[in-house]
């Protein structure tokens, strides 16, 4: 028997003037798309912004169902509409941004386990890393240079 140790990485920046000028556009896109959010049960509303490697910003809010399993996060919402709105363009950037109604999330929160797996898929198709930048509603933001960071091991196509 032996372990292996995997090193994985994050930059934190202590708020928005600290990361690059592109990034707090990416915000404010993020956070107002947060507010849009439909998220009556959770009251928890995530907003994503994704910069596409031909400019274009595609956004996406966590979107609840009466059927709870039946809604979808913001990430996956905004992933989904970029691969089909511009299924040749490679995926820079994604900036999540969330908030909770009844009490200010100071945590940075990161892409839950399936938009994790929903965002690998995309990464190893594009054969380039994704970078994710991650926050609450105020206090630090992470930077995650490639999914990878967040899903080390990930299950990938050529597994099949
Ligand atoms: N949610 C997201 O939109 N993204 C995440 O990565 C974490 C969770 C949403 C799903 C649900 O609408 C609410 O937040 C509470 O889980």
Redesign the pocket.
Same mark, same amino acid.
Do not use: D, M
């Given at each position: 028997m032996k372990k292996i140790s995997i090193n994985t990485e994050f930059s934190v920046f202590e708020n928005a003037q600290e990361t690059p000028q592109e990034i707090q556009t990416l915000l404010k896109e993020a956070i107002a798309i947060r507010n849009k959010a439909y998220?009556p049960?959770?009251k928890?509303k +995530?907003g994503a912004a994704i910069l596409l490697d031909n400019g274009k910003v595609v956004l996406g809010s966590?979107q609840?169902n009466a059927a709870y399993p039946s809604?979808l &996060?913001?990430?996956r919402v905004a992933i989904f509409q970029a691969g089909s709105l511009y299924p040749d363009a490679k995926i820079k950037t994604i900036v +999540?941004t969330?908030a909770a109604e009844l009490n200010t999330t100071t945590n940075p929160? $990161? $892409? &839950?386990g399936a &938009?994790r797996q929903s965002i690998a898929e995309y990464e190893i198709r594009q054969d380039a890393p994704i970078e994710i930048y991650f926050t609450g509603e105020i206090g630090d933001i992470y930077k995650s240079d490639s999914l990878k960071n967040l899903l080390p091991l990930l299950f990938n196509k050529n597994m099949l």
């Open positions: 998220a049960y959770s928890f +995530v966590n609840e809604g &996060c913001a990430e +999540v969330a929160i $990161p $892409p &839950c &938009c």
